[in-house]
């Protein structure tokens, strides 16, 4: 509406959105696996997505935090995921591309393996 913005990586960009929809359905499943009520699916959103996001860089550069702290960023795994779409989407981004890249993937084949083995044991499948 206000400017004109060019997507300067389309692969890349859509290679992330696709990598973050199948990480963040697989951690759905996981989450909705351990959730013994309905409300207890609200708790890993409020608990653990709501402040990854905040610290995770989605609103500054992680460059803009003292040492320490950009250490401890480097730690969460929505910083990789927001930073390989801002490549896609800006050209530019705080963290190496096939860094984001691999370790989404990491997350992605951890959390798939974690998947099928809570469905080979059947925990959390009602009967």
């Known amino acids: 509406f206000f400017t004109h913005l060019s997507i300067h990586h389309w692969l890349v960009m859509l290679s992330v959105v696709l ?12 989450n909705a696996v351990f959730a013994k009520t309905f409300d207890d699916i609200s708790i890993v959103p409020t608990f653990v997505l709501t402040p990854l996001t905040y610290l995770g860089g989605v609103f500054y550069s992680i460059s803009l935090l003292p040492d320490l702290w950009q250490n401890v960023s480097l730690l969460n795994p929505i910083l990789y995921m927001v930073n390989a779409f801002r490549y896609g ?10 860094v984001a890249f691999l370790l989404i993937i990491g997350f992605i084949v951890g959390l798939f393996g974690f ?9 959390g499948i009602r009967h």
């Open 19 to 30: 990598l973050t929809a199948m990480l963040f359905s697989l951690a759905g499943f996981v």
């Open 89 to 98: 989407i800006l050209g530019t981004s705080d963290i190496n591309l096939t």
């Open 115 to 123: 998947s099928l083995y809570l469905l080979n044991k059947g925990i």
